[in-house]
């Protein structure tokens, strides 16, 4: 009984320790946020450009709060002064990177599972020889869009200039880099697409 007291102890104080250092991250890297931001969990944010984060967004960082295991917190990371992120309201985040070196928006009603990877760059230059001179430099970005009320499987990862229709749904462990059609689902790399009820 008292080992039970003991840990439902630590629990409270690293929930209000995690909500002061997430509070605190977020003003440091000048998340714009609405009401009723709800993270679980450590966020991790690196933001040189600007993200704006909606109403009634849930962000999950640990596996206590999601029971899929998680591989990391989330990241929301902008790689320069022009990149954004713009996440829309009663979105759902577990343990996804987001990267932004141009533009990523995300739609309403979005659940984002564990693991999943959103990156509109490449993050290095694909040619070698310019990759020798710079690992980073001229690395090709394109801006992603999630419509509203998509829901991705955990650990699929959304490559640079994708749109997601809405209503679509991404397999787990799908890697997603064309167009989805409204209301489709898609499974695996190679993309196949099945058109779903309205």
Same mark, same amino acid.
């Given at each position: 009984?008292?080992? $039970?007291?003991?840990?439902?102890?630590?629990?409270?104080?690293?929930?209000?320790?995690?909500?002061? %250092?997430? $509070?605190?991250?977020?003003?440091?890297?000048?998340?714009? =946020?609405?009401?009723?931001?709800?993270?679980?969990?450590? !966020?991790?944010?690196?933001?040189?450009?600007?993200?704006?984060?909606?109403?009634?967004?849930?962000?999950?960082?640990?596996?206590?709060?999601?029971?899929?295991?998680?591989?990391?917190?989330?990241?929301?990371? =902008?790689?320069?002064?022009? #990149? $954004?992120?713009?996440?829309?309201?009663?979105?759902? !985040?577990?343990?996804?990177?987001?990267?932004? #070196?141009?533009?990523?928006?995300?739609?309403?009603?979005?659940? !984002?599972?564990?693991?999943?990877?959103?990156?509109? =760059?490449?993050?290095?230059?694909?040619?070698?020889? $310019?990759?020798?001179?710079?690992?980073?430099?001229?690395?090709?970005?394109?801006?992603?869009?999630?419509?509203?009320?998509?829901?991705?499987?955990?650990?699929?990862?959304?490559?640079?200039?994708?749109?997601?229709?809405?209503?679509?749904?991404?397999? #787990?462990?799908?890697?997603?880099?064309?167009?989805?059609?409204? %209301?489709?689902? !898609?499974?695996?790399?190679?993309?196949?697409?099945?058109?779903?009820?309205?």
């Amino acid at each position: 009984m008292i080992l $039970k007291v003991i840990y439902l102890s630590m629990q409270h104080i690293k929930i209000l320790l995690d909500m002061l %250092y997430n $509070k605190m991250i977020l003003r440091i890297n000048k998340v714009n =946020t609405s009401s009723n931001l709800n993270i679980n969990g450590r !966020i991790i944010v690196k933001n040189h450009g600007s993200i704006f984060i909606g109403e009634n967004v849930t962000i999950n960082n640990s596996s206590e709060h999601n029971p899929v295991g998680l591989p990391h917190p989330t990241i929301l990371s =902008t790689q320069n002064k022009n #990149a $954004k992120i713009i996440i829309g309201d009663n979105v759902g !985040i577990s343990g996804v990177s987001i990267v932004s #070196a141009r533009s990523v928006k995300i739609g309403n009603r979005v659940l !984002i599972g564990g693991g999943v990877g959103i990156w509109d =760059t490449d993050f290095h230059p694909l040619d070698f020889n $310019k990759r020798r001179d710079h690992q980073t430099k001229g690395a090709k970005s394109k801006p992603i869009i999630i419509e509203d009320d998509v829901f991705i499987g955990a650990r699929a990862i959304i490559l640079k200039g994708v749109t997601i229709g809405r209503g679509s749904v991404i397999g #787990a462990g799908s890697l997603v880099s064309r167009d989805v059609p409204e %209301y489709s689902t !898609i499974m695996g790399i190679n993309n196949i697409i099945e058109r779903n009820e309205k």
